[in-house]
């Protein structure tokens, strides 16, 4: 199975050709895979399993010095690698890996790699073992990156002037530490757990309407800004996109999240649950985004749910579909006069 659309962007390919998750290339590699049998090759490789996802055992890169990191990502089911660390950026597909490492020819590393499925068929215990171990939630994206991205945006003023066009401020981009990556021209907003771990990020072109997330952007299970909006109050402000998200900062309200698109989980309900007791709904004005907001509301009954309005039977000021398309001012009215949820039902917009 070939997965689409979330090859992390903001690394480089040294190689063209190369069969990678996540991105059309030229040259594919079909071949799938154990999870055992993966695990066995890159082991006997001598790379060091620190830690897995559901897609991925993620290692120290051998290919550069760095014991701090698990930067190093080897797909669980075609063992295709790459390396998140943009000084390194290798990537490839598990014959590569063993060609690279063991420096063998086409035929020897692929007698090397099929030997390695006697052994993992043979530990039986550990496949077992492997079945029912609890994966964690989240798996940490390299900060180094992230501050890679940050400082390449203080250096590119079309970056910096793009954020600007659309409303954000240079002090917005300090505090959300927002990047830029000139290899894709996209400017980038870093995601982070509920506790705060960087676990991806998303990218937007500033060329066209065009959006990238990071490998397995972990969006069901975390939202946009929970981290700091949890411990702010019992209060939370709901929007759908990042952007919308610093607006709403920026208007000063800080106890903002975002859902990081027109779709909420399980996860995310529980999120706002757990920590807030006032929710002011403020999802886009299309049919979309309002029935996102109505989800929100239908199953979290057991809140004081709000809506944002410019002012009764007005969702917002001159036909804005989201806070993107409003001043600070207009953001501030649409929540300073937000509605009960039964009161907005009334209005049928």
Not at 172 to 200: Q, W
């Amino acid at each position: 199975m070939e997965v689409l659309n979330d090859y992390p962007w903001c690394i480089r390919r040294k190689e063209k050709g190369m069969a990678i998750r996540g991105l059309d290339t030229r040259k594919t590699d079909t071949t799938t895979y154990t999870p055992a049998h993966v695990k066995s090759v890159i082991k006997s490789l001598g790379l060091e399993i620190v830690g897995e996802t559901g897609n991925d055992f993620l290692c120290f890169c051998p290919f550069h010095s760095n014991r701090h990191t698990s930067s190093f990502s080897v797909s669980r089911e075609k063992g295709a690698y790459i390396c998140f660390n943009p000084s390194c950026g290798e990537a490839g597909t598990l014959q590569e890996l063993v060609k690279k490492i063991l420096s063998k020819n086409e035929f020897e590393s692929l007698r090397y790699i099929a030997s390695k499925e006697a052994e993992s068929v043979e530990n039986f215990d550990e496949v077992l073992k492997d079945m029912f171990e609890d994966k964690p939630d989240f798996v940490e994206f390299p900060q180094q990156t992230l501050d890679d991205l940050h400082n390449n945006l203080a250096s590119n003023p079309h970056a910096k002037e793009y954020f600007r066009h659309r409303g954000i401020q240079d002090e917005a981009m300090e505090h959300f530490r927002l990047g830029y990556s000139s290899n894709m021209g996209m400017v980038i907003v870093p995601v982070h757990s509920p506790d705060g771990l960087p676990v991806g990020l998303v990218g937007r072109s500033i060329s066209e309407k065009k959006f990238k997330n990071s490998t397995n952007l972990p969006r069901s299970k975390t939202m946009f800004n929970i981290h700091r909006a949890k411990k702010i109050g019992s209060q939370v402000i709901v929007v759908e996109s990042t952007f919308d998200a610093i607006r709403v900062h920026q208007a000063g309200f800080p106890n903002v999240v975002a859902t990081l698109g027109g779709h909420i989980s399980h996860d995310n309900l529980n999120l706002l649950n757990r920590y807030f007791n006032r929710i002011i709904l403020m999802t886009d004005a299309d049919l979309a985004g309002r029935e996102l907001g109505m989800t929100i509301a239908n199953k979290l009954r057991n809140k004081d749910i709000l809506w944002a309005s410019h002012s009764y039977g007005k969702i917002y000021p001159n036909n804005a579909k989201d806070a993107g398309d409003m001043t600070d001012q207009e953001i501030a009215t649409c929540i300073k006069n937000s509605v009960s949820d039964i009161e907005y039902r009334t209005w049928n917009p």
